[in-house]
């Protein structure tokens, strides 16, 4: 999708490892966020930033860690996988809507 | 209660037909509405936003809301296969906030 480049679009792994979801918008928003989205569950909210140097918690955010390295660039660890976390995972940046939204990631833990 | 509900289907109707999605919402001070559709697989895309009460048509598509009851609906009319996908609702929480709330999504299936 134009605007939101998420890295990689394929991941597995085993419990117990760690790694990083990368997400990038080149459409100078401020605000990016992070979602899941699970069979039957629609999406949930991880964490979001609302601008440069400020993130805060969504609806599920245990076992996930952010870093809003810059305006362009919001991160997502994983620092110790479980087979609760394999998921789609989506990066989106409004500016004052939520409509852009990357391609995904899709994760999964063995 | 879920925060933002939806039927999740499927909704099946057939070509020509007027598909009526609906979904309600529990935070009364909800501003900002949306309707999303995703395509298997895909990612979701933005196919309408409402904020005020009443009617807004886009091309084929008529959202409503409903704040009062809660409620806001997409209308899709002259509904062709190429709409079968899963509609996705989604809230603002609170006011002045960036929190966005997703319903489940309901599943429609337009028979040719």
């Known amino acids: 999708n134009a605007g939101v480049t998420q890295t990689p679009k394929f991941q597995v792994l085993k419990t117990g490892q760690s790694m990083t979801l990368q997400c990038a918008q080149d459409m100078n928003h401020n605000s990016m966020y992070w979602y899941r989205q699970d069979p039957g569950m629609g999406l949930r909210l991880i964490y979001y930033s609302a601008s440069e140097g400020t993130t805060d918690k969504g609806e599920v955010p245990n076992g996930y860690n952010v870093s809003r390295l810059n305006k362009r660039e919001f991160s997502l660890r994983l620092e110790s996988a479980a087979p609760s976390q394999t998921s789609v995972y989506f990066c989106?940046?409004?500016?004052?809507?939520?409509?852009?939204f990357g391609d995904g990631t899709r994760l999964s833990i063995l | 209660q879920k925060e933002v509900e939806q039927n999740s289907g499927p909704l099946s109707v057939p070509e020509g037909a007027i598909a009526s999605l609906n979904c309600t919402y529990s935070d009364r001070v909800s501003q900002s509405f949306f309707w999303y559709r995703q395509y298997s697989g895909k990612s979701p895309e933005l196919i309408m936003s409402i904020y005020s009460n009443g009617d807004k048509e886009d091309g084929r598509f008529t959202a409503q809301l409903n704040k009062a009851s809660q409620y806001v609906s997409l209308l899709i009319r002259d509904s062709q296969p190429s709409d079968s996908a899963t509609y996705l609702c989604?809230?603002?929480?609170?006011?002045?906030?960036?929190?966005?709330?997703f319903g489940t999504g309901t599943r429609l299936k337009v028979l040719a």
């Open positions: 989604a809230v603002t929480k609170g006011t002045g906030t960036y929190k966005y709330i």
């Open positions: 989106a940046s409004p500016s004052n809507q939520p409509q852009h």
